[in-house]
């Protein structure tokens, strides 16, 4: 079984600052690693996505990821946030088999001005 | 990338009454889905899997009785919410995959229950 673990309920940042949302998991068989970000009364969005190869993962509107297998981790960065970014952010796993996808907790990201 | 279209988007019924929400893969064809449900100000909950031609696997906690699920072709699930409470009101979402790609999801359905 997989598990995933967000670190930060919220992470407050000021506009044009870089962030870091962090992410770690746990699973006994390989995974595939997922970013979604989730706007209020809104659906998912897929941000960004590690599958195979290489472990930098570069997403949507700037973001970008690295998978480390060592650390188990699946950190999600942003160099220069914005107000447009404020949203919740999850985190996800999921088998390469049957698809499955396990969800973290959320992270709530506030870009003040 | 592949599609995955949910319907309605809203829905408000009556507590009392059952609401259905279909889950259809547009332009592949998937042997398995899955439901999710999220509360408010919370993460996505796996409920069950979707088996096409065979009985749903409920997760632990999931009243099997309460949230019928019926996958009777190989781009359609749907999940019928039965006698509908204010507690069963959520964002419930789909999701099914391409042959050995990844998960994608469904806009959701947004249940309030009156």
């Known amino acids: 079984a997989q598990s995933v673990t967000q670190l930060d309920s919220q992470v407050p940042v000021f506009e044009e600052a870089p962030v870091e949302l962090r992410c770690n998991y746990s699973s006994s068989v390989s995974v595939y690693l997922f970013w979604y970000v989730q706007y209020p009364n809104q659906g998912l969005q897929l941000l960004l996505k590690y599958l195979s190869g290489s472990t930098l993962v570069k997403g949507i509107n700037g973001f970008e990821a690295e998978f480390n297998k060592s650390q188990t981790s699946f950190h999600l960065r942003k160099p220069s946030v914005h107000i447009s970014d404020t949203a919740e952010y999850f985190c996800a796993v999921s088998d390469t088999g049957g698809f499955k996808t396990i969800f973290g907790a959320g992270t709530r990201l506030f870009v003040k001005a | 990338g592949a599609v995955v279209s949910q319907h309605p988007s809203r829905v408000i019924c009556k507590s009392g009454t059952s609401v259905k929400i279909e889950c259809r893969s547009l332009?592949?064809?998937?042997?398995?889905m899955f439901w999710y449900r999220q509360f408010p100000k919370q993460s996505l909950m796996l409920m069950a899997t979707?088996?096409?031609?065979?009985?749903?696997?409920?997760e632990q906690g999931v009243e099997k009785d309460k949230f019928l699920i019926n996958h009777a072709s190989l781009t359609l699930s749907t999940l019928t919410v039965t006698s509908a409470h204010p507690e069963d009101s959520s964002f419930y979402i789909c999701?099914?995959?391409?042959?050995?790609?990844?998960?994608?999801f469904g806009q959701g359905t947004r249940l309030t229950v009156v």
């Open positions: 999701s099914a995959s391409p042959a050995n790609t990844e998960a994608f």
């Open positions: 332009d592949f064809q998937a042997t398995t």
């Open positions: 979707s088996n096409e031609g065979s009985k749903a696997t409920y």
